[in-house]
């Protein structure tokens, strides 16, 4: 059954400062969406405030979950509701390992309902597989020590077991180098489905190229300006934010110009 | 001589209320294992009815004035007596286990004598039923001697522990001391290490748990002297609604134990805004040519860590409790491999409570 995820008119502001300014954007389970931008123009902020992180405040406008509005929900029940966020920066737990961690966020979905050893088992073998981990990975204390590029493999092992209806990636491919980038690219095209959308948000359009998007979205100074299809990143590759913005003629100041 | 509560630093001990211990004696049962190997090569591993005058004028005179020290001596009915004889090299654990058995104060004594260029690893574990209970022991290793000791305390919601515990080292004599408070109820207690010998070292850890309106304070000295003495401490304590934690981590090193090298460390957890932590390092140096370091800390749970938890759908509850466990796993991976790790682990799980991610 097809799942919406629906933001309406969203206005958020972190330390009293706004950063979203209006953003609308509907994405259902078998779609795969792209949002592209400059720095500093609210990607981060909108996938962590669709994730329910305390540090961002909703000051107008609605998430919905096929209708529910998720505003008084927390980021846990969120979680369980079927988001996920794989993150920027990822952060590190020693002292549980990933395999427990994994099995500990699985049985909070159905606690009443455990998942077998041997299923779970053979499901992260599975997902390790696919993304050329190694079993070690898994006896590793959470993210402690791991490099950049291990952690981001890390969160694509979560995504490939914890089966959310909607990943939010956030930068998954910054930091990465081009072998790292189609291992997690092959990660998150395992889970295509029509039970399964992503929302991935990149400065680049080399992601693009082995995640294929139905639609890509430009944000810019708090708002999406530009929604399109795949070609629409190739052709930001080629002009760049600040001639799509004077061709829109938007009154925006890029924060790297 | 006027007698009083245990004087610590920062810490009003009165407040324990320790006053228990003044309580009929409780009955006490005690489990012995693993003495094989120790009697066949001509040690002892017993209970006894009673000590040495030496032994106990020595510990009574490491704080003339403490009430519950004399209380506990005046008391005394049993011990439990290892002695390791030289050049003996143990490969199991010798394990005690006690517990009071009838109402009333507990009053536990154990001796620990491990001879020259000996091995050994003692493990006790102290369990629930308590009243109010006295943990009084000394340990002496010998030069060269490697000596791993080990204590698990588990009391009853209400219990009332005090601990009073030396350890004398000879020369290169070594001593791992790992403490577990992850019990119920109050603990007040010292842990006292003296390095006598040149080279002897010790490293010292303790972990600790505390909830509801518990109060727990530990301090734990090493002192420094002989020249080349090493030492470390390292005391980690979470807590939980309204329960005070107090540790105190305190080196000293004589004029005279050039080489000497004391380092510390004390770090408190504290997962409610009406918990009450303190970590007080103290070093005392009365020599120039030592190296010596502390680190204290008092802090909350990291928010960006639990965000990332619960975005994983984990509740705050279990989130929390993976945290604390990542902030006692320092202390916890000094723990000896085997059972202990194991029944720590456990407990701390059932006392920390949500889904255990160990054991899910």
Redesign the interface.
């Known amino acids: 059954m097809m799942t919406k995820l629906e933001i309406k008119n969203l206005k958020v502001e972190a330390d009293n400062h706004p950063i979203l300014h209006g953003v609308n954007l509907t994405v259902n389970t078998g779609e795969m969406h792209a949002i592209m931008g400059p720095n500093g123009t609210g990607k981060s902020t909108l996938a962590e405030t669709i ?4 540090h961002y405040h909703i000051t107008d406008g609605q998430i919905l979950l096929d209708g529910v509005d998720l505003a008084t929900k ?3 029940e969120r ?2 509701a079927g988001l ?2 794989a ?1 920027q920066y ?7 390992t990933t395999a ?2 994994l ?3 699985i ?3 159905h ?1 009443e309902q ?1 998942i077998a050893i041997p299923k779970f088992m053979s499901e992260l073998n599975n997902a390790l597989d696919l993304l050329d981990m190694s079993q070690k990975t898994a006896n590793r ?1 959470l993210n402690a020590g791991f490099s950049g590029g291990e952690k981001k493999r890390n969160e694509i092992l ?1 995504l490939l077991m ?1 089966k959310p209806k909607f990943a939010l990636l956030d930068e998954i491919d910054s930091g990465l180098d081009i072998d790292a980038l189609k291992v997690v690219a092959k990660g998150v095209n395992a889970m295509r489905g029509p039970e399964f959308a992503t929302v991935m948000i990149t400065h680049y359009q080399r992601l693009l190229d082995y995640i294929v998007p139905d639609v890509v979205h430009v944000m810019m100074g708090g708002r999406i300006v530009k929604t399109g299809g795949p070609d629409l990143a190739k052709h930001l590759e080629k002009t760049g934010y600040a001639c799509l913005r004077d061709e829109l003629g938007l009154d925006i100041e890029l924060v790297d110009e | 001589m006027k007698m009083h509560t245990p004087r610590y630093a920062q810490m009003k001990t009165a407040k324990w209320g320790l006053h228990a211990l003044r309580t009929p004696l409780a009955d006490l049962a005690i489990q012995l294992a693993n003495q094989d190997e120790l009697l066949q090569n001509g040690g002892t591993f017993a209970v006894a009815d009673h000590i040495s005058s030496d032994v106990e004028t020595a510990h009574r005179q490491t704080d003339p004035e403490n009430a519950y020290l004399a209380a506990h001596f005046e008391q005394l009915t049993q011990t439990v007596q290892i002695e390791v004889p030289d050049q003996v090299q143990l490969t199991k654990p010798l394990l005690v286990d006690w517990q009071p058995t009838t109402p009333g104060n507990g009053n536990f004594h154990f001796s620990i004598r491990l001879g020259k260029n000996s091995r050994a690893t003692v493990i006790i574990t102290q369990k629930a039923g308590a009243i109010g209970l006295n943990s009084i022991g000394e340990i002496a290793v010998g030069a060269d001697a490697q000596l791993e000791v080990a204590e698990l305390n588990l009391f009853d919601h209400g219990s009332r522990a005090y601990f009073h515990q030396n350890a004398n080292l000879d020369r290169n004599a070594a001593l791992n001391w790992s403490i577990a408070q992850i019990g119920t109820g109050n603990v007040l207690g010292e842990f006292n290490t003296e390095l006598n010998g040149t080279g002897a070292s010790a490293n010292i850890q303790a972990v600790s748990l505390a909830k509801k309106d518990e109060h727990i304070g530990l301090q734990t000295t090493v002192g420094h002297h002989a020249p080349h003495t090493t030492s470390r401490i390292l005391q980690h304590g979470a807590l939980f609604a309204q329960a005070e934690t107090n540790l105190n981590a305190i080196g000293k090193i004589d004029h005279g134990a050039h080489g000497a090298d004391a380092q510390q460390e004390s770090r408190l957890l504290l997962l409610d805004p009406s918990a009450q932590g303190n970590a007080n390092p103290i070093l005392l140096i009365d020599e120039n040519d030592v190296q010596a370091g502390h680190a204290a800390s008092v802090g909350q749970v ?4 639990l ?10 509850e ?2 929390e409790n ?2 604390v ?5 320092p202390v ?1 991976s000094s723990l000896p491999a085997g059972p202990i790790a194991d029944q720590v682990d456990h407990l701390l799980g059932q006392r920390l409570g949500g ?1 255990d ?2 054991e ?1």
Request: hydrophobic share 45%; aromatic share 10%.
């Open positions: 994730m329910g992180n305390p927390k980021v846990d979680a369980r996920f966020l993150m990822p952060a590190e737990i020693p002292g549980i427990n961690f099995r500990a966020a049985n909070a979905r606690p455990p204390y979560q914890l | 990291d928010l960006q860590q965000y990332y938890l619960m975005s994983r759908g984990l509740t705050k279990t989130a993976i945290l466990r990542s902030f006692l796993a916890l889904i991610p160990n899910a």
